[in-house]
Protein backbone atom coordinates (compact mmCIF):
# COMPACT_ATOMS: atom_id res chain seq x y z
CA UNK A 1 0.00 0.00 0.00
CA UNK A 2 2.78 2.40 -0.93
CA UNK A 3 1.27 6.22 -0.84
CA UNK A 4 -1.17 5.26 1.50
CA UNK A 5 0.00 7.89 3.97
CA UNK A 6 -0.74 10.79 1.71
CA UNK A 7 -3.92 12.66 2.04
CA UNK A 8 -3.83 11.36 6.01
CA UNK A 9 -4.21 13.15 9.35
CA UNK A 10 -4.09 11.64 12.47
CA UNK A 11 -5.92 12.95 15.89
CA UNK A 12 -5.88 11.77 19.42
CA UNK A 13 -8.62 9.91 20.79
CA UNK A 14 -9.09 11.42 23.87
CA UNK A 15 -7.50 14.08 26.40
CA UNK A 16 -5.13 12.01 27.39
CA UNK A 17 -4.85 9.34 24.33
CA UNK A 18 -1.43 8.22 24.08
CA UNK A 19 0.79 8.01 20.53
CA UNK A 20 -0.55 4.64 20.33
CA UNK A 21 -3.82 5.42 20.47
CA UNK A 22 -4.79 7.56 17.59
CA UNK A 23 -7.49 7.34 14.80
CA UNK A 24 -6.58 8.18 11.08
CA UNK A 25 -8.61 10.15 9.45
CA UNK A 26 -8.29 9.96 5.30
CA UNK A 27 -9.68 12.95 3.73
CA UNK A 28 -10.73 12.63 -0.10
CA UNK A 29 -13.35 13.53 -1.72
CA UNK A 30 -12.60 12.90 -5.13
CA UNK A 31 -14.41 9.43 -6.56
CA UNK A 32 -10.89 8.38 -7.94
CA UNK A 33 -9.59 8.76 -4.06
CA UNK A 34 -12.36 6.75 -2.43
CA UNK A 35 -11.41 3.82 -4.83
CA UNK A 36 -8.19 4.08 -3.95
CA UNK A 37 -8.99 4.16 -0.39
CA UNK A 38 -11.13 1.40 -1.15
CA UNK A 39 -8.68 -0.78 -2.65
CA UNK A 40 -6.25 -0.26 0.25
CA UNK A 41 -9.28 -1.46 2.67
CA UNK A 42 -9.32 -4.72 0.74
CA UNK A 43 -5.79 -5.08 0.72
CA UNK A 44 -5.62 -4.70 4.39
CA UNK A 45 -8.39 -7.31 5.14
CA UNK A 46 -6.39 -9.43 2.72
CA UNK A 47 -3.40 -9.54 4.69
CA UNK A 48 -5.00 -9.86 7.93
CA UNK A 49 -7.32 -12.91 6.06
CA UNK A 50 -3.70 -14.18 5.14
CA UNK A 51 -1.82 -13.99 9.17
CA UNK A 52 -1.66 -17.13 11.09
CA UNK A 53 -1.66 -16.18 14.38
CA UNK A 54 0.61 -18.27 16.86
CA UNK A 55 -1.50 -17.90 20.36
CA UNK A 56 1.61 -20.21 21.92
CA UNK A 57 3.78 -17.00 21.25
CA UNK A 58 3.62 -14.08 23.61
CA UNK A 59 1.16 -11.39 23.60
CA UNK A 60 -0.22 -13.29 20.08
CA UNK A 61 -3.45 -13.48 21.40
CA UNK A 62 -3.45 -9.46 21.21
CA UNK A 63 -2.47 -9.30 17.98
CA UNK A 64 -5.02 -11.32 17.22
CA UNK A 65 -8.04 -9.63 18.70
CA UNK A 66 -6.62 -6.43 17.68
CA UNK A 67 -6.24 -7.46 14.45
CA UNK A 68 -10.09 -8.69 13.97
CA UNK A 69 -10.94 -5.67 15.34
CA UNK A 70 -9.27 -3.85 12.41
CA UNK A 71 -10.80 -5.86 10.10
CA UNK A 72 -14.65 -5.03 11.40
CA UNK A 73 -13.63 -1.37 11.20
CA UNK A 74 -12.17 -1.41 7.90
CA UNK A 75 -15.59 -3.25 6.61
CA UNK A 76 -17.44 -0.35 8.13
CA UNK A 77 -15.64 2.09 6.41
CA UNK A 78 -15.44 -0.12 2.89
CA UNK A 79 -19.52 -0.04 3.55
CA UNK A 80 -19.41 3.44 4.42
CA UNK A 81 -17.64 4.60 1.19
CA UNK A 82 -19.93 1.93 -0.96
CA UNK A 83 -22.90 3.90 0.25
CA UNK A 84 -21.48 7.45 -0.52
CA UNK A 85 -20.33 6.20 -3.94
CA UNK A 86 -23.65 4.84 -4.69
CA UNK A 87 -25.56 7.95 -3.69
CA UNK A 88 -23.57 9.67 -5.21
CA UNK A 89 -24.14 7.63 -8.33
CA UNK A 90 -28.27 8.21 -8.31
CA UNK A 91 -27.65 11.80 -7.81
CA UNK A 92 -28.57 11.73 -3.67
CA UNK A 93 -26.37 13.65 -1.01
Known sequence: MPGVRRGLESRETGAD?????????VKTTTRAGQQKVLNDLHELIEA???R????????????????????????ER??????????ESTGAR
Open 48 to 50: IDR
Open 78 to 87: IAEIQASLNA
Open 52 to 75: VPHLEREGEHRIAQEAAALRQKAE
Open 17 to 25: ASASKRVVV
